[in-house]
T-cell receptor, first 114, second 111 residues
Framework: EPEVTQTPSHQVTQMGQEVILRCVPI?????FYWYRQILGQKVEFLVS????????KSEIFDDQFSVERPDGSNFTLKIRSTKLEDSAMYFC????????????FGAGTRLSVL | QKEVEQDPGPLSVPEGAIVSLNCTYS??????FMWYRQYSRKGPELLMY????GNKEDGRFTAQVDKSSKYISLFIRDSQPSDSATYLC???????????FGTGTSLTVIP
């Protein structure tokens, strides 16, 4: 069964460093998303991406964040200068064409900022 | 006002019980309603989804949507210890739109 894969499963970084979280969405999907979940809190939307551009973003997704689809399979989230409060689980999701709004999630990357 | 409200629990039931999980929402534009199951430190796993109002059944799971009351439910029949997880409701307005999640309800099924 197709699935969304994320790497690494756990990323530890120092405050102020840049991190790139990687995702391989389901191959025939057209919409891609990043969400985050701070420990003990709800899953929060960060950004959606369609047709090689951002289609929607939340207030959380400020200038420190960027997304990219560098090739035909990967979808990345970059945090330029990490802060302690960026520590969270980051989930990538993808969904199919216009007729399907169901988002399938990866297992997540746990980001720990020290 | 929060977009989606969900009682975080925790909810503890004996094996074989019927479990009822609920969410309310405020945005009448929501059309897609999903239930995800999340195990500790894992990603949300899609259980069921419903478009607009009505009921949907899949094995021991039944999802109900009442758009007039802005209320959705997930029922689990004959609950099993393996059902122990956090259950998240999520909803959105349309294709490509962001999902709005509830806080999740932590469920423990005791053998």
């Amino acid at each position: 069964e197709p699935e969304v894969t994320q790497t690494p499963s756990h990323q530890v970084t120092q405050m102020g460093q840049e991190v790139i979280l990687r995702c391989v969405p389901i191959s025939n999907h057209l919409y891609f998303y990043w969400y985050r979940q701070i420990l003990g809190q709800k899953v929060e939307f960060l950004v959606s991406f369609y047709n090689n551009e951002i289609s929607e973003k939340s207030e959380i997704f400020d200038d420190q964040f960027s997304v990219e689809r560098p090739d035909g399979s990967n979808f990345t989230l970059k945090i330029r200068s990490t802060k302690l409060e960026d520590s969270a689980m980051y989930f990538c999701a993808s969904s199919g064409g216009q007729a399907e709004n169901i988002q399938y999630f990866g297992a997540g990357t746990r980001l720990s900022v020290l | 006002q929060k977009e989606v409200e969900q009682d975080p629990g925790p909810l503890s039931v004996p094996e074989g019980a019927i479990v009822s999980l609920n969410c309310t929402y405020s945005n009448s534009a929501f059309q897609y309603f999903m239930w995800y199951r999340q195990y500790s430190r894992k990603g949300p796993e899609l259980l069921m989804y419903t478009y607009s109002s009505g009921n949907k059944e899949d094995g021991r799971f039944t999802a109900q949507v009442d758009k007039s009351s802005k209320y959705i439910s997930l029922f689990i029949r004959d609950s099993q210890p393996s059902d122990s997880a956090t259950y998240l409701c999520a909803m959105s307005g349309g294709s490509g739109n962001q999902f709005y999640f509830g806080t999740g309800t932590s469920l423990t099924v005791i053998p």
